[in-house]
């Protein structure tokens, strides 16, 4: 038998490298249908229940394969029915995925990354450093783990998760080819048979990864913009000195104009007292955003231990969104669900081996600051 660390994990595999595997053993294409009936609609993980596949198959799939289905190790509840899900990863780091029910849908967030490569300055997941990527089934995983906790499988099964947002832990554009397969395999509808436009990928702003994202798929595009002006955004978003807002904008009407509908994008704009919400804020994002074909989707800052940023007033997130409606922008404010679990936008945090030592940097700065402010106290 073949060593368990050699086996393919059939759990994340797209339906085209579903198809291959079965081709290289020596079955056909057929057969990948209905392995991904089983392992994202019934959530079977033991070849010997496929009872559509021959003994013989079922005995070849198990010594060349497996299904490796990601470790939960802790799961809180919310008193709004938030749901967050803590799994740990090989090599001891740990990733958090979170379910907000709403009353016409249930959205799923998706980690990418095991920390973040960016850091952008308001996230507490980029202050935990970066990691590494993760792989298919990890990212897959996260679905079919919070897809099997609400109902029994089973393909007529009521749906409680009906959009994915890839907006969890990591920059989904920096794991390219990761994020893809798993966006088909949400989509597939031997899978999980969910719409593009209910799957929504959300980027910082990887301008050459935006381009290369409308070649290969047409799900929804959210912007993680936080700033006006590129004076700011060089601030929040450091990926902005590197990629600016003009070239940020043209990559997203690129990205767009090859929708084969007239679907806008979602622009994300934390709003952090003092900082970025004020009325001359406002004017330029209005002005900047009538560039782009959107909806401006506005989110109070969740604070973290030591951000050293403060959520604005509700008089002042109203203040803001008013405006932009009157320059006749489509505007919505994110509530804050799930703060009492730490799952609110910008607090996912997980556990990280931090390769990049950015999270022991940061948290060095922060005990200077509180040095030097006692000494000044």
Not at 204 to 225: E, F, Q, R
Request: charged share 25%; net charge neutral; proline share 4%.
């Amino acid at each position: 038998m073949s060593d368990t660390s050699e086996k393919t994990n059939l759990l994340g595999l797209s339906p085209a490298k579903m198809e291959a595997f079965f081709l290289s053993i020596g079955e056909k294409k057929f057969r990948a249908q209905q392995m991904l009936k089983w392992i994202h609609q019934y959530g079977e993980s033991d070849f010997e229940k496929m009872t559509n596949m021959g003994k013989a198959l079922r005995a070849k799939l198990a010594e060349v394969s497996e299904i490796v289905l990601p470790e939960v190790v802790y799961e809180d509840f919310s008193k709004d029915g938030t749901r967050k899900w803590v799994m740990r990863m090989p090599g001891g780091s740990a990733v958090e995925t979170v379910y907000i029910p709403e009353k016409d849908r249930g959205t799923l967030c998706v980690s990418s990354q095991i920390g973040c490569a960016l850091d952008c300055s308001f996230c507490s997941t980029g202050k935990q450093g970066f990691n590494r990527d993760l792989t298919v089934a990890e990212i897959i995983g996260q679905l079919y783990v919070a897809a099997m906790s609400f109902h029994e499988p089973g393909e007529r099964r009521e749906r409680r998760i009906t959009n994915v947002v890839m907006m969890g832990m990591g920059e989904p554009l920096l794991n390219f080819d990761n994020v893809v397969d798993a966006m088909n395999l949400m989509m597939d509808d031997n899978a999980y048979g969910l719409s593009k436009r209910r799957v929504t990928l959300s980027t910082s702003g990887v301008v050459p990864m935006i381009d290369k994202l409308g070649d290969v798929t047409d799900v929804s595009l959210a912007i993680s913009l936080h700033a006006p002006n590129d004076e700011l955004r060089n601030t929040l978003v450091p990926l902005n000195k590197k990629y600016p807002l003009s070239e940020l904008i043209s990559a997203t009407n690129r990205y767009l104009g090859k929708l084969p509908d007239k679907r806008k994008a979602t622009i994300e704009y934390t709003l952090i007292d003092g900082v970025n919400d004020e009325m001359a804020h406002a004017e330029e994002l209005a002005e900047l955003m009538k560039l782009v074909p959107c909806k401006i989707n506005l989110i109070p800052f969740n604070p973290f231990p030591n951000s050293g940023y403060r959520r604005p007033s509700n008089n002042r997130v109203y203040r803001f969104r008013d405006y932009l409606i009157s320059q006749g922008h489509v505007v919505t404010i994110r509530s804050t669900r799930g703060d009492d679990i730490d799952a609110a936008c910008g607090q996912l945090v997980g556990k990280v081996e931090d390769r990049t030592r950015r999270s022991q940097r940061y948290i060095d700065a922060v005990q200077i600051d509180s040095e030097q402010g006692g000494r000044a106290s």
